[in-house]
């Protein structure tokens, strides 16, 4: 039973709306009535049209101050697609032939497991509903922080702040561990393959992105009988994960954010730039920190003074000033929030 309280709020609240509704619809009838006639039909017509722009314009896409699909944009339009999934899943495990070809060349296997067979399995013991987290509420509001690996995070003092969003999207190696001040502690999700893994938490989820079949037998191994501990380098025979909280970054949202926010540039994405349009997808608001290169212009990681970084211009595995341009125009347009640093 609904308590009375609510009950009665709820009455009142279409109440209002009814008679909102009825005085905007007289308004513009008195208006338009000059040279026409009184007809039943149109002004049925008109009453309904009132109506549905009424509830058009009542629900928001959520109960943030702003939320990501409410700012209009040609721009972000031409190229979000709000149908795609970012999660692999029971539900969803097929991928188009023409996404599947593109996926097995990122890192070509010379003899590749079956993928259906690989997946049949790799469900077998991990949990695959995830979809539930990428739809829409006009009664939440989930403010995320993507934070990326730059150098431009030292002495940023943006800890406090990151730690304060619901969700917390970390990458890779990326430690927290004595650098809490400017990069915060909390993490909700951490996108990882193989080559790149670190222990997490176990109230952290996991997101594999794979960018081959041999990414999803090694994390049914690494859960098992450990028989996996290479693949073009040495990986971690055993892993601590959770297996409950296992996410699988989707080879056809990849190949969407490759298409679509990129337009083939570089090989294929960064796990920096596939962790930005997940969160686009997921996300009422997002807050981005750690991108792009540091304040002179290097381009490193905050917790090394790495001297391979910047390889991405030389590999050209990612096109990462294509990929800060992106970035970028998401800001201009108000889609994120971009933090550079102090």
């Not at 070509?108 to 077998?124: A, C, D, V």
């Not at 990069?183 to 938490?201: C, D, I, N």
Request: aromatic share 14%.
């Amino acid at each position: 039973m609904m308590p009375l309280r609510n009950r009665s709020l709820k009455m009142f609240t279409l109440a209002l709306l009814f008679i909102i509704t009825i005085t905007s619809f007289l308004l513009n009838y008195t208006n338009s009535i000059v040279s026409t006639s009184w007809d039943p039909k149109q002004i049925a017509y008109q009453f309904s049209e009132q109506v549905k722009k009424l509830l058009k314009y009542s629900r928001r896409p959520c109960s943030c101050n702003t939320c990501i699909l409410e700012q209009t944009s040609a721009w972000f339009d031409e190229r979000f697609n709000i149908t795609m999934q970012p999660f692999l899943t029971t539900q969803n495990a097929f991928i188009p032939q023409e996404s599947y070809r593109w996926w097995l060349k990122l890192q070509g296997e010379r003899s590749p497991k079956g993928i259906n067979e690989t997946l049949q399995e790799f469900f077998s013991f991990i949990p695959g509903d995830w979809e539930h987290l990428s739809e829409r509420s006009s009664s939440r509001c989930r403010r995320c922080a993507v934070v990326g690996n730059s150098g431009n995070l030292r002495r940023s003092q943006y800890g406090q702040e990151i730690d304060t969003h619901d969700f917390v999207f970390r990458m890779n190696k990326a430690p927290t561990v004595g650098f809490e001040p400017d990069v915060g502690s909390k993490t909700t999700h951490h996108f990882v393959y193989p080559e790149s893994y670190r222990e997490l938490g176990e109230e952290v989820s996991m997101i594999l992105i794979p960018f081959k079949i041999l990414d999803l037998r090694w994390v049914i191994s690494a859960l098992t009988n450990g028989t996996i501990n290479h693949t073009y380098i040495p990986v971690p025979r055993k892993i601590k994960a959770n297996k409950d909280k296992i996410m699988v970054y989707h080879p056809t949202f990849m190949k969407y954010v490759y298409d679509n926010w990129l337009q083939r540039h570089g090989r294929y994405p960064s796990t920096g730039f596939l962790s930005i349009i997940f969160a686009l997808h997921l996300c009422d608001e997002v807050d981005l920190y750690g991108f792009g290169a540091d304040s002179k212009g290097n381009w490193h990681h905050y917790w090394e003074n790495n001297p391979s970084a910047g390889a991405f211009r030389q590999t050209g595995v990612h096109d990462g000033d294509f990929e800060s341009n992106v970035t970028h125009t998401l800001a201009s347009v108000a889609k994120v929030r971009l933090f550079k640093g102090r």
